[in-house]
Every structure is written in C-alpha cells, then in structure tokens.
C-alpha cells in the first residue's frame, strides 16, 4: 500500500467519517497504527504514511476498517476498528508470502485464485434460548 493508492482508496471508502470527534479518531490512530509498518516512513521522516489515515482524517471510513462496534455493546476507542493492512513492523515482509510448493510435487489445481487478503472475523454470538 502506498501514497499512490490514494484516489482508489478514496473511492471505495464509506461515505461517512470514522470517527465523532478528533480525540476518538487520534486515540484510535495512536493504539493502532503506532507500530504498523504502513505508517513507519511517516514516524520516522514525517514524509509519506499510510493513506488509510488520511482518508479517515478526510471524513471517510476506509473499507479496510472493519467495524467492531455493536449495538448495545460497550467498545473501547481503540477497538472500534479492526485494520486488515495492519503488519507490525517487526513481523517481517509487508506483503503476505504463499507457501511455496515442495520440491518434486505436483500441482493439483493453480493456487493464484485462491491467494489475497483473507481476514477472519468473530462469529455473532447465538441467541439466547427461551424455554
């Protein structure tokens, strides 16, 4: 992801701002985004940065946000948002990397279909049972 990405970002971001206020959306950005690798050129050279930031500084909501919020549940400011580009900066390429195939094997069925980004989300819980 990259500066470049900007206006296809910008697009397909939500119509609505991420956050009421700047205090919410600055203490989400502190607990979220002070060790993602996407916004490391910007901590360290205040030049470049992750574009996901500013759109939500923007007044837009980046799809690669997943709420977290439910109704009639408590969340905190820094759990309102769930980032799937989000890659500590210690954990190694920013890019996921397939598996390789092991040597001498065959291929049963092209994997390039079946690799991108893949984000698990928490299953809802089940409904109270009356009896």
């Not at 977290?68 to 500590?88: F, M, P, T, V």
């Not at 001498?104 to 092209?110: E, K, S, V």
């Amino acid at each position: 992801m990259s500066l470049d990405d900007y206006d296809r970002l910008y697009e397909e971001a939500r119509d609505e701002p991420a956050f009421s206020n700047g205090d919410e959306g600055y203490s989400w950005i502190d607990a979220n985004c002070s060790t993602c690798i996407h916004d490391k050129e910007q901590r360290d050279s205040m030049s470049g940065g992750c574009p996901l930031i500013l759109i939500s500084l923007m007044g837009r909501t980046p799809i690669q946000w997943l709420d977290q919020k439910q109704e009639g549940r408590l969340y905190s400011r820094q759990g309102q948002y769930q980032c799937i580009e989000y890659r500590h900066e210690d954990d190694g390429p920013v890019e996921p990397q397939p598996i390789p195939d092991p040597p001498g094997q065959l291929t049963l069925a092209p994997r390039d279909d079946f690799e991108g980004v893949r984000m698990l989300t928490p299953l809802p819980e089940p409904e109270a049972v009356s009896r």
